[in-house]
Nanobody
């Protein structure tokens, strides 16, 4: 599986961006898709995730209520809609995909087997 992330850019605080992550190769209903981010001088952290064949979504507390993860199964693309952006959301955002798993902690980066190249989001105050 190869992942191509896009949609990053420079925005002002309070504005919105939508990130996309297109997957090539086979996807499975029990595979997870996640977004992580790494801000300047910070460790990589979980942002949001879903299961390709599931209905639940998962969010970090820091983005809950502002970010929305969704998918288009036909396009094999996962989106991250980011609203009310804050300067602390500035980071390189990575999408990631897992092999089929029955149980997994979607908030942990070790759950994921494939990673995209990252897209930079900069939020100015």
């Amino acid at each position: 599986v190869q992942l191509q992330a896009s949609g990053g850019g420079l925005v002002q605080a309070g504005e919105s961006l939508r990130l996309s992550c297109a997957a090539s190769g086979r996807t499975f209903p029990s595979s997870a898709m996640g977004w992580f981010r790494q801000g300047p001088g910070k460790e990589r952290e979980f942002v949001a995730a879903l299961i390709w064949g599931g209905s639940s979504t998962y969010y970090a507390d820091a983005v809950k209520g502002r970010f929305t993860i969704s998918r288009d199964n036909e396009k094999k693309t996962v989106y991250l809609e980011m609203n009310s952006l804050k300067p602390e959301d500035t980071a390189v955002y990575y999408c990631a995909s897992s092999k089929p798993r029955l149980r997994a902690d979607l908030t942990r980066d070790y759950t994921y087997d494939y990673w995209g190249q990252g897209t930079l989001v900069t939020v100015s105050s």
